[in-house]
């Protein structure tokens, strides 16, 4: 019997998004206990925070086949340019939000970057492990919930920016900002994965750019932590 798809904008697909993001800061709970303890037991939680981010990956992949039944496609040359041209395009506003930044509110880091280098601060395992999931498994994640399944499952095929709208304010909500600036910085990087996703219509196109995004900030981090 073939497998029944959500339909596009059902209540289902909206509930799978919510859930995916209660989900997604569910399986990061872990981090807290990687610090301390007997090494036995870090490693216990270290299993734990790696398992619950693979069985997250693998439910919304499954999820996002039932939303998107169609085999993924080889990116092409004309992907490929875009997702650069859209990269830099985030770079450039992010160097520019994060000099307003620091000239109105005197933060040379977002919220949420000054978390995650706190928690690489407290031992060489959650650094490892944070490392890892943020270049490998996040992008995965927070792809497949704010592209494929806001963009694609919540809205139809023919609206354009208000998905790309939605899916750039959702993400920035998610993500902790203590000022506006920080919090249009991520709106406006979500925003532009979502327009990047619209427009070659492959879910791995932000993925790739997300997960290289995320590698360049998490390389920076490490740099400033040595």
């Known amino acids: 019997m073939a497998e029944k798809t959500l339909k596009v904008g059902s209540f289902m697909v909206w509930l799978w998004v919510i859930l995916l993001v209660i989900i997604l800061n569910i399986v990061q709970v872990p981090l807290l206990f ?5 090494l036995g037991v870090r490693i216990l939680w270290s299993v734990v925070y790696l398992a619950g981010f693979i069985a997250t990956i693998i439910l919304g992949l499954w999820v996002y086949h039932r939303v998107h039944p169609v085999k993924w496609q080889r990116l092409s040359g004309k992907d490929w340019w875009l997702m650069i041209r859209g990269y830099v395009f985030v770079i450039v506003v992010e160097m520019v939000l994060g000099v307003l930044n ?3 509110y005197h933060q ?5 970057n000054q978390a995650i ?11 490892v492990l944070l490392s890892l999931t943020a270049v490998f498994a996040s992008p995965i994640i927070e792809e497949v919930t704010f592209r494929g399944l806001l963009v694609d499952g919540c809205f139809p095929a023919k609206m354009f920016w ?3 709208i939605v899916s750039g304010v959702a993400f920035s909500i ?5 000022n506006p600036i920080s919090w249009l910085i991520y709106a406006v990087m979500g925003g532009t994965f979502a327009y990047v996703y619209k427009r070659t219509g492959k879910l791995q196109s932000t ?3 997300h997960g290289f995004n995320n590698l360049i900030a998490v390389g920076a981090m490490l740099w400033t932590l040595h």
Do not use: C, E, K
Request: net charge neutral; proline share 3%.
């Open 34 to 38: 990687l610090g301390n303890g007997a």
């Open 117 to 127: 280098a706190s928690f690489m601060g407290q031992g060489t395992l959650t650094l």
């Open 207 to 209: 993925i790739i750019l």
């Open 108 to 112: 040379t880091s977002t919220a949420n």
């Open 162 to 164: 208000i998905p790309i």
């Open 102 to 104: 620091n000239l109105i």
């Open 174 to 178: 998610v993500h902790m900002s203590s």
